[in-house]
């Protein structure tokens, strides 16, 4: 690509996520730029741009970096569409993917990985990818089922189904499914092979053309995917912040309870789970959370103790995917007598990372850590020395050692925890987000404000993604159960007693079939049947049972059809209280500390599942349905446009915003730059219980204010029944004659 646009790239203040498929690419993106230039953002955040596995409806299945996806109108597609977004004043942020490409299947294109299994290492792109050649020299590829019989030799290539390789076979064996890769993978997913992009001339090929459009002015910011599966996170931020210019960047970087993002990462913040979990429990009343764990305890069976569930899955995942994992680890930290004390410390990391380069000191916390893990390992494996050993090795070890531990951690936290444990354990399934701790029901007023307070200025915020469990509005439903444990245990025991299936799903059923009411039997059964494989109680994506697949799809449709029309009924007379949390977590989303994201058509409500329910095509523009959806759309455009005016993001100081009065810890309200005011209703069946707000009232900076909802006018000592009277939210800007 040759030649720029005439545009002085625009801070990045706001952003609005759309998901690119076949159908719906550059075009169709350019067609939204005057819908999303009057909804307020600043920018559009793409999903990967780059050649991928030809009909990927995601994109992270890159098979060619130096391509812009022709599926989405390439080149060409893509200038077009940056010409159509600049003359509306709106930028460009993409995803990249710089930890893994695809393993070969027809047309992918995928031209180092083929010419490796060709030439093995003999291929000038040996050193692309994480391979372990083994005994024999071969890599191992997990691809075959149990047909292996379908594998079929022709025109210089071996062909099993849709996938090809290249003959002859001197440099890879093709292995069963169930065996482990012979290369550092995504997660478990052995069609995603690991990149070395910690080599300079790894990451100039694969970083390219993305570099060139942030050269010309057509891209002004970046979305990483996945960084903790890098050998060096930090040294790959530095290169990519040297290499391209400084843009904003953020990262991927699932954080734990009081984690924060490691202080020498260059970039700008994190995709925005932590600000996600924060603003949940913002709304999440802490008096609901010994009811509702009783209450899942005794329909489910399971325990109470989630850390124990937490531990068995990750035991669950490493037993199940990670046994090629494992056995690299071992050999790297001292051979197999120290395989069990491997497994044990994997299972009792609390993070996804702890980030340590070989040849530097071992930062503090990152010892801590370890040796915490380490403590636990010990006393679950009853061999203290052979724990010790390892976690030495895995602190002060080889470089082989240290950054293969780093980089198995991540995966076993995610299969283990992300997609299997937040499946078994739920009492309240809108605390089972990734990142997410659904066992602390408690998050006080004071500890939130005090986190705004020290999040980095220009970090992401967000409250649903491609990959969020359920939709923000779905959470919001979900946050009135905490509120409401008795009479909800009263409303399942109802359903329950007219139809059952699984012990240990079915509550997790009724939950999802309330929060994303109306849903029909087979939105509800494709979820129930993933939940079912990620749980891995019952089937597994590998362990498939055709029975159990056809009681939950009868689950499913009796579920709807018998209890339909009394799901229906609790949505409605919770729905004053769900529409409270959705405005009061959106309101706080878009004005705390950060660039706020909106997830593409949460604009309005929207009651998804996780993918693919959530990457459903969305109708633009929305058509507001009701007043939760016109007050939601309303907010949204009214508080992007206003963070708009504001400017960059760091530029707006954070200040809480005192409330008084009998019902005051039913209010969040908080101050940015002593130029816009966003207010709160939380807890609302509480705040309903009690009266109202009576009395209650709220003290606003100096100035004059605008209420931009209602164009009420507002100084001083404000009752919040007045300021709330139309809304549970205000978003208050101050009159530009007054003096700062």
Same mark, same amino acid.
Not at 106 to 111: I, L
Not at 222 to 245: K, N, T, W
């Given at each position: 690509?040759?030649?720029?646009?005439? $545009?002085?790239?625009?801070?990045?203040?706001?952003?609005?996520?759309?998901?690119?498929?076949?159908?719906?690419?550059?075009?169709?993106?350019?067609?939204?730029?005057?819908?999303?230039?009057?909804?307020?953002?600043?920018?559009?955040?793409?999903?990967?741009?780059?050649?991928?596995?030809?009909?990927?409806?995601?994109?992270?299945?890159?098979?060619?970096?130096?391509?812009? $996806?022709?599926?989405?109108?390439?080149?060409?597609?893509?200038?077009?569409?940056?010409?159509?977004?600049?003359?509306?004043?709106?930028?460009?942020?993409?995803?990249?993917?710089?930890?893994?490409?695809?393993?070969?299947?027809?047309?992918?294109?995928?031209?180092?990985?083929?010419?490796?299994?060709?030439?093995?290492?003999?291929?000038?792109?040996?050193?692309?990818?994480?391979?372990?050649?083994?005994?024999?020299?071969?890599?191992?590829?997990?691809?075959?089922?149990?047909?292996?019989?379908?594998?079929?030799?022709?025109?210089?290539?071996?062909?099993?189904?849709?996938?090809?390789?290249?003959?002859?076979?001197?440099?890879?064996?093709?292995?069963?499914?169930?065996?482990?890769?012979?290369?550092?993978?995504?997660?478990?997913?052995?069609?995603?092979?690991?990149?070395?992009?910690?080599?300079?001339?790894?990451?100039?090929?694969?970083?390219?053309?993305?570099?060139?459009?942030? &050269?010309?002015?057509?891209?002004?910011?970046?979305?990483?995917?996945?960084?903790?599966?890098?050998?060096?996170?930090?040294?790959?931020?530095?290169?990519?912040?040297?290499?391209?210019?400084?843009?904003?960047?953020?990262?991927?970087?699932?954080?734990?309870?009081?984690?924060?993002?490691?202080?020498?990462?260059?970039?700008?913040?994190?995709?925005?789970?932590?600000?996600?979990?924060?603003?949940?429990?913002? %709304?999440?009343?802490?008096?609901?959370?010994?009811?509702?764990?009783?209450?899942?305890?005794?329909?489910?069976?399971?325990?109470?103790?989630?850390?124990?569930?937490?531990?068995?899955?990750?035991?669950?995942?490493?037993?199940?995917? %990670?046994?090629?994992?494992?056995?690299?680890?071992?050999?790297?930290?001292?051979?197999?007598? !120290?395989?069990?004390?491997?497994?044990?410390?994997?299972?009792?990391?609390?993070?996804?990372?702890?980030?340590?380069?070989?040849?530097?000191?071992?930062?503090?916390?990152?010892?801590?850590?370890?040796?915490?893990?380490?403590?636990?390992?010990?006393?679950?494996?009853?061999?203290?020395?052979?724990?010790?050993?390892?976690?030495?090795?895995?602190?002060?070890?080889?470089?082989?050692?240290?950054? $293969?531990?780093?980089?198995?951690?991540?995966?076993?936290?995610?299969?283990?925890?992300?997609?299997?444990?937040?499946?078994?354990?739920?009492? !309240?399934?809108?605390?089972?987000?990734?990142?997410?701790?659904?066992?602390?029901?408690?998050?006080?007023?004071?500890?939130?404000?005090?986190?705004?307070?020290?999040?980095?200025?220009?970090?992401?915020?967000?409250?649903?993604?491609?990959?969020?469990?359920?939709?923000?509005?779905?959470?919001?439903?979900?946050?009135?159960?905490?509120?409401?444990?008795?009479?909800?245990?009263?409303?399942?025991?109802?359903?329950?007693?007219?139809?059952?299936?699984?012990?240990?799903?079915?509550?997790?059923?009724?939950?999802?079939?309330?929060?994303?009411?109306?849903?029909?039997?087979?939105?509800?059964?494709?979820?129930?049947?993933?939940?079912?494989?990620?749980?891995?109680?019952?089937?597994?994506?590998?362990?498939?049972?055709?029975?159990?697949?056809?009681?939950?799809?009868?689950?499913?449709?009796?579920?709807?059809?018998?209890?339909?029309?009394?799901?229906?009924?609790? &949505?409605?007379?919770?729905?004053?209280?769900?529409?409270?949390?959705?405005?009061?977590?959106?309101?706080?989303?878009?004005?705390?500390?950060?660039?706020?994201?909106?997830?593409?058509?949460?604009?309005?409500?929207?009651?998804?599942?996780?993918?693919?329910?959530?990457?459903?095509?969305?109708?633009?523009?929305?058509?507001?349905?009701?007043?939760?959806?016109?007050?939601?759309?309303?907010?949204?455009?009214?508080?992007?446009?206003?963070?708009?005016?504001?400017?960059?993001?760091?530029?707006?100081?954070?200040?809480?915003?005192?409330?008084?009065?009998?019902?005051?810890?039913?209010?969040?309200?908080?101050?940015?730059?002593?130029?816009?005011?966003?207010?709160?209703?939380?807890?609302?069946?509480?705040?309903? $219980?009690?009266?109202?707000?009576?009395?209650?009232?709220?003290? !606003?900076?100096?100035?004059?204010?605008?209420?931009?909802?209602?164009?009420?006018?507002?100084?001083?000592?404000?009752?919040?029944?007045?300021?709330?009277?139309?809304?549970?939210?205000?978003?208050?800007?101050?009159?530009?004659?007054?003096?700062?």
């Amino acid at each position: 690509m040759s030649g720029s646009l005439s $545009r002085v790239p625009t801070p990045v203040v706001s952003t609005y996520r759309v998901q690119l498929t076949p159908s719906h690419g550059f075009a169709a993106v350019a067609a939204l730029a005057p819908y999303l230039a009057d909804l307020g953002v600043t920018h559009v955040y793409l999903s990967p741009i780059l050649q991928s596995v030809p009909g990927s409806l995601h994109g992270y299945d890159v098979t060619d970096h130096s391509r812009i $996806r022709a599926e989405f109108g390439g080149p060409d597609g893509f200038r077009a569409m940056s010409r159509e977004l600049a003359v509306h004043g709106l930028g460009i942020v993409v995803d990249i993917v710089p930890n893994h490409m695809t393993v070969p299947v027809p047309e992918s294109g995928n031209a180092p990985l083929w010419s490796v299994l060709r030439e093995g290492s003999a291929s000038p792109y040996s050193s692309w990818f994480d391979i372990d050649w083994g005994e024999d020299g071969k890599v191992v590829l997990p691809v075959l089922g149990d047909d292996a019989g379908a594998l079929r030799e022709g025109a210089g290539v071996l062909r099993y189904h849709d996938h090809e390789f290249p003959l002859p076979a001197d440099h890879y064996r093709l292995a069963s499914y169930r065996e482990g890769p012979g290369y550092r993978r995504f997660f478990d997913v052995s069609s995603l092979i690991g990149l070395r992009v910690e080599d300079p001339a790894v990451f100039e090929a694969t970083h390219r053309v993305v570099l060139s459009l942030i &050269a010309e002015g057509l891209v002004d910011g970046l979305r990483v995917d996945h960084p903790d599966g890098l050998a060096d996170p930090r040294g790959y931020l530095e290169m990519l912040r040297e290499r391209s210019g400084g843009v904003w960047t953020i990262a991927e970087k699932i954080l734990i309870g009081e984690e924060r993002l490691p202080s020498d990462w260059a970039c700008d913040g994190t995709t925005g789970y932590d600000a996600l979990n924060r603003i949940t429990g913002l %709304f999440t009343d802490p008096a609901g959370g010994g009811p509702l764990v009783a209450g899942f305890v005794r329909r489910t069976g399971g325990t109470a103790d989630y850390e124990a569930v937490v531990y068995q899955g990750k035991r669950d995942v490493l037993d199940l995917f %990670f046994g090629a994992e494992v056995d690299r680890l071992t050999a790297a930290v001292g051979g197999p007598r !120290l395989r069990a004390a491997v497994v044990e410390l994997l299972a009792a990391m609390p993070v996804y990372r702890a980030y340590i380069v070989p040849g530097e000191p071992v930062p503090p916390e990152a010892a801590r850590l370890v040796e915490e893990a380490g403590r636990t390992a010990a006393r679950r494996l009853g061999d203290e020395a052979a724990v010790a050993e390892v976690v030495k090795q895995v602190l002060y070890g080889t470089p082989e050692a240290v950054v $293969r531990f780093q980089q198995t951690c991540g995966p076993v936290m995610a299969k283990g925890v992300e997609d299997t444990a937040l499946y078994r354990w739920y009492p !309240l399934a809108c605390l089972n987000e990734v990142g997410g701790e659904p066992d602390d029901f408690s998050y006080p007023l004071a500890e939130f404000h005090e986190y705004c307070a020290t999040l980095p200025p220009r970090t992401m915020t967000t409250l649903s993604t491609h990959d969020t469990k359920r939709s923000e509005d779905v959470r919001a439903r979900l946050a009135v159960l905490s509120e409401i444990p008795d009479e909800w245990a009263r409303a399942v025991d109802g359903w329950a007693a007219q139809v059952s299936f699984d012990p240990a799903l079915d509550y997790l059923g009724w939950q999802n079939l309330l929060g994303a009411w109306p849903i029909g039997a087979d939105r509800l059964a494709a979820y129930l049947h993933k939940a079912a494989r990620e749980a891995k109680t019952a089937i597994s994506w590998v362990r498939p049972d055709p029975a159990y697949e056809r009681g939950l799809d009868e689950f499913a449709a009796r579920a709807v059809a018998e209890c339909g029309e009394s799901v229906a009924a609790f &949505a409605r007379r919770i729905e004053p209280y769900a529409m409270a949390n959705s405005l009061g977590q959106k309101i706080v989303q878009l004005m705390m500390p950060g660039v706020p994201d909106v997830y593409q058509g949460n604009e309005i409500t929207d009651f998804s599942l996780v993918d693919p329910d959530n990457r459903r095509p969305v109708r633009y523009p929305p058509e507001p349905a009701g007043e939760w959806d016109a007050a939601k759309l309303l907010l949204t455009r009214t508080a992007l446009r206003l963070r708009r005016r504001l400017g960059a993001p760091g530029r707006l100081p954070y200040a809480p915003v005192g409330a008084g009065g009998p019902a005051g810890e039913h209010v969040v309200a908080f101050a940015r730059g002593g130029r816009a005011v966003a207010v709160a209703t939380r807890l609302p069946v509480g705040l309903a $219980r009690r009266g109202g707000w009576g009395n209650t009232w709220l003290d !606003l900076p100096p100035g004059h204010w605008t209420d931009l909802l209602t164009g009420g006018a507002h100084t001083g000592r404000i009752p919040l029944a007045h300021l709330l009277s139309r809304y549970p939210i205000a978003v208050l800007e101050r009159d530009d004659a007054d003096e700062l």
